[in-house]
């Protein structure tokens, strides 16, 4: 590499890391996510806060009521004895759902008739409370089953067996913590380059690189080169805790997870660079980096699955960097994907990097007033 | 009634700046007379501004005493508060209100009562001149347009202490003016009293009293006649027949006995050590035939030998190697018609000049004259409009990387990488002009050494006093040896012997076959240039030797007018023949 990119690369780094509050950075927002994301952020659910109301006095309804007990997802909190106490339970949220069992509940199973059981569920956030019913209905399906055996009736006429594969617990751990290489790396690589150029333009130095001999593209690989660098290194870490760490099993080809991690930066730099380039105060940058990683982040199915999104919308994920990227690194830790695989996840993200980068450097030059 | 407006006992003031403590003010002691125009007088990082805030109760002192009318600021600093009024060196206008809107403003946060208003504001608007603006936002006014709007709202409920933080920064000659006597019109008519900062010393004689501070310390209170007393007698200017001003003032800075050397048009003033007439035979050996004739001190010659006292002597001008090719004489930078509009401002109204080789070329002007936005098309930074525009036979927005080579640049406000050190920038900007190994080391080793930094090499920049910024600024400049330069406002802020230093470099570098372009706002800097132009409103006043653009504005009240009275009269003559 010419000597003259290779000194501005360097500066760029000596820049980054001798300032106290770039450091913080590139150490903060690590370790922060990964707190955040690897324990509080889960899809399961689990300590459901369940009153019950029983009216029925019968064996039947004591050993449904053990099953919901004992199970990890459930958490019996109140008894009932009234009907009236369950809207104060309820509306003070102090528990999801509340089991009314009738009167005749152990009466109607011995006697072979349908026997209802009452669910009372808090509405207000419908995700919750359709992840609580579930379970309940899963207790439901295996009290049912048991109940028809030991009556030396037929139990039901379908049974669902279950195999969850690349994930045999369903556990969303496996899920969330790949996500976060790319989520991660994406935060530090586009707000470390999108202060690369507006902390000079603010502080007058970048008409002073612009007088130098160097030329554009030569500035852009210069100021490129340490996003990249410090992206691999974060992206790593990540990696690196991921396994030994938090146990996720990686089963595809490093190689393969590499390359893409590479394109991936590359497209993120580029992004970052051009919000750089159009920023006039580091202030600026920050926000211009924060508007775009927010969609980006909802559009690249680190939560939401992009199947479930409205057609224009998914559309619009192609344009999202973090969609390829977070597919290739999901594909390579859960799947085992190799090179082959990923081609299509690759190619795209080349693409967003050249572009970006080439907007960003026309507007080294042509955005200065 | 107290005759003290404002008094200070040996007042300290200390900072925390990263890891190290930066002495503000050590011990100060002073008072301001009631009804007196005081100067607050002193370099960059003198401490001006910290006395200001603090006569303002918006800063504690660590240790000493402050008394602002009769009130103790530590214990009642709201009430001082309310009968002070304080122009910090920003004002905070609301750029997007109207001039009537910000008055209204100040006077209902002043508490201005209503019936009072209306007679006040005529007042305020009659003396500024702002009266025909008043529905112009405040964005959208001149720089001394916005320094007198700034006055006017904080005299909107006049004060018993009027506390200004450097007014007449970047403001024009004609605007400098006018505010003073907005300034004197206040303390004649209302008995104000004013403490006023500023780093132009010729308004120091301006000033019924002045405190000179450097450093934090108090070099001495005094009214300007006799800060410049002890130096009767003891300065001169010299001439020499058929020889540039600028050389016989290298000569005399090496002089025995010169404690000071100035270009002043074709002559060169100097200050002595002693006071009686210089022989010409100690003084210029080589040169018996020189004039010598006295003259009245001034207060910056003052000033300089206070602070040479004080610092001991200026060291010898710099050494400088550089390889310059062509003949001087030839044309370098060629500008014709340049044209340069932002939306519907036209900000350069086609301007044409040309500078020659080994010339100082100066381009004068107030802030918003469109001298910055001149230099940024020939450094190749902004795209012309219209016109053409050639330094060393290239557009250096679009010739090859290579010609850049040859340009030496320096920002406005020194900028550099404030969070590397002297060594690590000074290492960046020769690699990024092509310099490596031996070459490279050489020449960090003469730039360490001639611009004084080596004690300074492993301190960050933007940690650096404003005079060693200055030097390095300059130094990562000169780098690469380049044939052209490019200085941009070099010199504002940074105190009258940084600025001698400076300009002695420049000199040197000049006489190697250096082409230097040069913009400032300090008109008396303008002596030390070859040729020059002055700008106002993106055109160009006038062009030519520094000595004849003063000669033409030579008046018989007026047989030896300053750069400041040349300007003034092409800026009136101008508005008259509009």
């Known amino acids: 590499m010419p000597w003259h990119i290779l000194a501005l690369a360097i500066k760029e780094f000596l820049a980054l890391l001798r300032d106290p509050r770039s450091r913080l950075v590139l150490i903060g927002p690590p370790i922060a996510q990964l707190i955040v994301f690897g324990y509080a952020a889960s899809f399961d659910l689990n300590h459901v806060t369940v009153a019950i109301y029983n009216e029925d006095t019968g064996g039947a309804s004591r050993e449904l009521i053990a099953r919901v007990a004992g199970s990890p997802h459930f958490e019996v909190v109140a008894q009932l004895t009234r009907e009236a106490g369950i809207t104060p339970l309820i509306d003070n949220k102090r528990v999801l759902l509340v089991l009314h069992l009738g009167p005749r509940f152990s009466a109607n199973l011995r006697l072979g008739k349908p026997a209802s059981v009452q669910a009372i569920l808090d509405g207000r956030n419908s995700n919750t409370a359709m992840l609580g019913l579930n379970y309940l209905r899963d207790i439901l399906l295996v009290f049912n089953r048991d109940w028809a055996a030991r009556q030396g009736r037929r139990g039901p006429p379908a049974v669902l067996q279950m195999r969850a594969w690349y994930n045999a617990d369903l556990n969303s751990h496996w899920f969330i913590i790949p996500g976060i290489v790319g989520l991660l790396t994406l935060v530090v690589t586009l707000v470390v380059t999108a202060l690369s150029v507006a902390r000079e333009r603010e502080q007058g130095t970048f008409d002073q690189l612009l007088v130098t001999p160097l030329r554009p593209v030569e500035i852009l690989i210069g100021k490129a080169l340490p996003g990249v660098v410090i992206g691999t290194f974060e992206a790593t870490f990540i990696i690196v805790l991921a396994v030994l760490w938090f146990d996720i099993p990686l089963r595809g080809d490093i190689g393969a997870l590499y390359t893409g991690l590479l394109l991936f930066l590359l497209s993120a730099v580029g992004i970052g660079l051009m919000i750089s380039s159009i920023a006039v105060t580091q202030q600026q940058a920050v926000l211009g980096a924060f508007l775009f990683l927010v969609p980006a982040v909802i559009l690249s199915g680190f939560a939401t699955p992009i199947a479930n999104m409205p057609e224009a919308v998914q559309w619009l994920t192609y344009l999202d960097p973090l969609r390829y990227f977070l597919i290739i690194v999901r594909g390579v830790f859960l799947e085992g994907d190799g090179f082959g695989l990923l081609i299509h996840q690759y190619w795209p993200m080349a693409i967003i990097g050249m572009v970006s980068l080439a907007a960003a450097g026309w507007l080294f030059r042509h955005r200065m007033y | ?578």
């Open chain 2, 1 to 578: 009634m107290n005759d003290t407006a404002l008094s200070l006992d040996g007042v300290r003031k200390t900072f925390l700046s990263g890891r190290r403590e930066i002495t503000a003010l050590d011990g100060v002691g002073v008072r301001v007379k009631s009804g007196s125009v005081t100067g607050l007088i002193g370099p960059d990082g003198a401490g001006k501004t910290t006395l200001m805030r603090l006569a303002a109760g918006l800063l504690a002192a660590d240790a000493g005493h402050i008394e602002v009318l009769g009130m103790d600021v530590a214990r009642e600093p709201l009430a001082v508060q309310s009968a002070i009024g304080y122009m910090p060196q920003r004002f905070g206008l609301y750029e997007d209100l109207s001039v009537q809107e910000n008055l209204n403003l100040y006077a209902d946060l002043q508490g201005v009562p209503r019936s009072m208003r209306p007679e006040r504001y005529a007042e305020l608007m009659k003396m500024t001149g702002l009266a025909p603006f008043g529905k112009r936002l405040a964005g959208q006014l001149s720089g001394g347009m916005k320094q007198k709007l700034g006055l006017a709202c904080t005299l909107v409920r006049p004060p018993r202490l009027l506390l200004l933080d450097e007014p007449t920064v970047g403001v024009d000659p004609v605007s400098r003016r006018e505010l003073w006597s907005i300034v004197y019109s206040q303390v004649e008519q209302a008995g104000m009293t004013v403490l006023l900062s500023t780093a132009y010393l010729d308004e120091a004689e301006r000033c019924t009293e002045v405190i000179l501070l450097h450093e934090g310390r108090l070099l001495g209170q005094e009214t300007p006649a006799a800060f410049s007393a002890p130096l009767a007698g003891r300065t001169f200017e010299l001439h020499v027949e058929g020889m540039p001003a600028r050389r016989l003032q290298a000569l005399l800075m090496r002089a025995p006995g010169v404690l000071d050397a100035l270009v002043a048009g074709d002559r060169v003033r100097i200050v002595t050590e002693k006071a009686i007439v210089p022989d010409p035979a100690q003084l210029l050996p080589a040169h018996p035939e020189v004039q010598i004739d006295p003259v009245p001190p001034n207060f910056e010659d003052a000033f300089v030998a206070r602070l040479r006292d004080h610092d001991g002597a200026h060291g010898q001008p710099p050494a400088v190697s550089v390889k310059v090719r062509g003949a001087t004489g030839e044309e370098v930078i060629r500008v014709h018609n340049l044209e340069r509009r932002f939306g519907d401002f036209r900000a350069v109204k086609g301007i044409s000049f040309t500078v020659k080789r080994g010339e100082i070329f100066g381009l004068l002007g107030a802030n918003g004259a469109g001298k910055t936005t001149t230099f940024r098309m020939l450094c190749g930074l902004l795209p012309a409009s219209g016109g053409d525009l050639a330094v060393a036979g290239h557009d250096l927005r679009r010739a090859a990387a290579r010609a850049r080579g040859s340009v030496g640049y320096m920002a406005q406000r020194f900028s550099l990488y404030a969070n590397l050190t002297v060594m690590q920038n000074l290492r960046f900007f020769s690699s990024a002009y092509g310099l490596r190994n031996r070459h490279q080391r050489e020449r960090l080793a003469w730039a360490l050494e001639n611009f004084e930094l080596g004690d300074y090499r492993d301190v960050n920049a933007g940690l650096l006093p404003l005079g060693y910024k200055q030097r390095l600024a300059f130094a990562a400049a000169l780098m690469h040896q380049p044939e052209i330069l490019f200085l941009d406002e070099p010199t504002s802020g940074v105190d009258p012997l940084a600025r001698r230093e400076f300009w002695a470099r420049t000199n040197a570098l000049a006489e190697a076959g250096v082409t230097a372009l040069v913009t400032t706002h300090f008109m008396e800097e303008a002596n030390y240039c070859d040729r020059l132009v002055i700008m106002a409103e993106g055109e160009v006043l006038a062009e030519g030797h520094p000595y004849d653009i003063r000669r033409q504005a030579r008046t018989p009240d007026n047989p030896e007018p300053t750069m400041e009275d040349a300007f003034i009269a092409l800026v009136q003559g101008r508005e008259q023949a509009a």
